[in-house]
C-alpha cells in the first residue's frame, strides 16, 4: 500500500471517530477478511513555517534577568514596584517597547517546520454487492 493510501485511510477518520469506533468493539480476536475499494481525492498542502507564541516563557526571560542582579537589588526593585507605581506610568511607553522587541525576539525562536494540511474526499465501497454495483456503472 503507498504511503499516499495509507494517509488517505488516515484522515477518512477524526480522531473522535477513531475513539468511538474503538470504544465500540469489545476485548477479543476478530478475523477480518473484507475487500475495500477506496475511490478519492487526496490534496497535500505545502509544508510552512510557523512561529508558535504559545511555547515562550516570559518568567525564563525574567529569571535571567534577575539572575543579573543580588538578592538586595532584586528585593529593592520589588519594593519600589510596589511602593511606586506612578514610576511605571512614568516610563511605560519605553518599558512597553523593550518588552515587545524582548518578545518578538523570544518569539522568533519557537519558529518551527510545520507540515501542510492534507484533506481526502473518497467514496468507500466495502461489500461484494457495493462493487458488483460500481462495476455495472
Known amino acids: 500500500m503507498s504511503p499516499e493510501t495509507k494517509l488517505a485511510l488516515m484522515k477518512l477518520f477524526s480522531e473522535d471517530e477513531g475513539k468511538a469506533i474503538r470504544d465500540n468493539i469489545h476485548a477479543g ?3 477480518i ?3 475495500i475499494r ?11 513555517d510557523r ?3 504559545q ?3 516570559l518568567y525564563k526571560l525574567l529569571k535571567v534577568t534577575l539572575n543579573h542582579l543580588n538578592k538586595a537589588t532584586v528585593r529593592d526593585i520589588v519594593k519600589e514596584v510596589l511602593e511606586s507605581p506612578e514610576l511605571l506610568k512614568e516610563q ?3 518599558l512597553k517597547g523593550y518588552v515587545k522587541k524582548a518578545i518578538d525576539d523570544l518569539t522568533k525562536s519557537t ?3 510545520c507540515k501542510g494540511q492534507a484533506k481526502f474526499k473518497a467514496e468507500i ?7 458488483k454495483e460500481l462495476a455495472k456503472v
Do not use: A, M, R
Open 33 to 35: 477478511d473484507e475487500t
Open 55 to 57: 511555547k515562550l516563557c
Open 38 to 48: 477506496i475511490k478519492g481525492n487526496l490534496k497535500v498542502g505545502e509544508d510552512y
Open 111 to 113: 519558529k518551527s517546520k
Open 29 to 31: 480476536s476478530y478475523c
Open 125 to 131: 465501497f466495502s461489500s461484494l454487492s457495493e462493487l
Open 92 to 94: 511605560e511607553e519605553e
Open 51 to 53: 512561529e508558535i507564541p
